[in-house]
Structure formats: C-alpha cells, structure tokens
C-alpha cells in the first residue's frame, strides 16, 4: 500500500509492508549504499485511516527508533531502508523510493508531510 510524502524535497512512495523475499532481491540489486549517520522516526498517526506520515530526523543516533540506508536500485529508483524497533512492536520496515511505476499506484494525491520539504 503505497503512499506519497515528502523526504529530503523530493516525492517518494513509502511502504511498509515488502514481503522477506522481495526485500531479499531489493537489497541485493542495490548499488551505491549509503548508511546514513543520526537516527529517524517515521510516523503513521491513525488507526484505520492513514492521515499524514511524518518523518523526523535527529543527529544522535539514540533519539529515534530507525536508523536509515540510502542507495540506488535499478527498479525502484532512489531508495531509503528505514529499520527499528519502535515501543510497542516487534519491528518496522519503512521503503521510501522514488520511482512510483515501480508498484501500484499511491493511495494519495498529494503527499503527506513527511520531513516537511
């Protein structure tokens, strides 16, 4: 289920949801990997209906639950990996890239927040 936001002025989709397999293959066609310094928090207020998505960034890599990867994957375009253990969960997976004819098309319109770029 993708959705548009704003990361870094730029649009991508995010989705949380790549089953193990396709995660694989993504991670193994990546190029130009990039892990990236501080810690982020990526945030779906709502419980049934997604309202905004909202995505914080902080220099101390302890602030936030998910640390990130940047890189480039032929398919997908321009990617971040966000993983991390928010309370409350047993993990999260967030995808952000940025070619949207990769997958289904985003549920909205216009973007959400995001990092507010």
Known sequence: MPWKVRFRGK?????????EDYMTEVEANMTDVEELPGSFNV???????VENITIAESADRTQF????????????GEIY??????E???GEL?????????????YNETAFEGDGS
Do not use: Q
């Open 43 to 49: 945030v779906s207020p709502g419980e049934e209906i």
């Open 11 to 19: 649009t991508y989709n995010i989705e949380s949801y790549f089953d």
């Open 65 to 76: 639950p998910f640390e990130a990867v940047r890189a480039s994957h032929l398919d997908l």
């Open 81 to 86: 990996i966000f993983t991390g253990v928010p």
């Open 88 to 90: 409350d969960t047993e």
């Open 94 to 106: 967030h995808v952000l890239y940025t070619n949207a004819a990769a997958n289904n098309p985003a």
